[in-house]
T-cell receptor, first 110, second 115 residues
Framework: SQKIEQNSEALNIQEGKTATLTCNYT??????LQWYRQDPGRGPVFLLL?????KEKRKERLKVTFDTTLKQSLFHITASQPADSATYLC?????????FGKGTMLLVSP | DTAVSQTPKYLVTQMGNDKSIKCEQN?????MYWYKQDSKKFLKIMFS???????INETVPNRFSPKSPDKAHLNLHINSLELGDSAVYFC??????????????FGPGTRLTVT
């Protein structure tokens, strides 16, 4: 069956460092992958989308890579700030919907 | 301007009751969704509607009945509430689900607590 794995343990880093979050999947061949941010008590917010034929996508301090051979996406936040603290979800497209991973909590300390 | 709104934000009710959650989007999107996020934070699709028609129904008990009076609204009615229904319910919308790729816009969520 299809499976999406994200680190269930929180990632703690210091302000100014680069945060790297991982999304692995099995039994999928998605045409694209999305990353969302979710703050406590709020709905997920779309951040970035990357297609299967793109190796890398950037938006300001965010960078996403997509390796369809490894079945893995990496999500990087450079020069991290305490305001980046949140849960980050990856999502893979399926027929008419997205399937979300459980998310990884990122905590950036000053 | 709120893009996707849900009411109520909090809902506390007793087992066996019937309740509804309302959702509205002002983005002009064709497709709307209901998700359930349980205590382990797992976000799972329940239903998807495109232009008022049901396109996805993911193994949800038939106590849950979505209704879409028009493409800007998707309501969720739950009959005979059970303890296991306690969760946060999110409404979302996107452009036509067939126009891949489609980022989704989420509402603020409704926290349902069944006692």
């Amino acid at each position: 069956s299809q499976k999406i794995e994200q680190n269930s343990e929180a990632l703690n880093i210091q302000e100014g460092k680069t945060a790297t979050l991982t999304c692995n999947y099995t039994n999928y061949s998605p045409a694209y992958l999305q990353w969302y941010r979710q703050d406590p008590g709020r709905g997920p917010v779309f951040l970035l989308l990357i297609r299967e034929n793109e190796k890398e996508k950037r938006k300001e301090r965010l960078k996403v890579t997509f390796d369809t051979t490894l079945k893995q996406s990496l999500f990087h936040i450079t020069a991290s700030q305490p305001a980046d603290s949140a849960t980050y979800l990856c999502a893979l497209e399926g027929y008419s919907t997205l399937t979300f991973g459980k998310g990884t909590m990122l905590l950036v300390s000053p | 301007d709120t893009a996707v709104s849900q009411t109520p934000k909090y809902l506390v009710t007793q087992m066996g009751n019937d309740k509804s959650i309302k959702c509205e989007q002002n983005l002009g999107h064709d497709t709307m969704y209901w998700y359930k996020q349980d205590s382990k934070k797992f976000l799972k699709i329940m239903f998807s509607y495109n232009n008022k028609e049901l396109i996805i129904n993911e193994t949800v008990p038939n106590r849950f009945s979505p209704k879409s009076p028009d493409k800007a609204h998707l309501n969720l009615h739950i009959n005979s509430l059970e303890l296991g229904d306690s969760a946060v319910y999110f409404c979302a919308s996107s452009q036509d689900h067939l126009a891949l790729p489609y980022e989704q816009y989420f509402g603020p969520g409704t926290r349902l607590t069944v006692t």
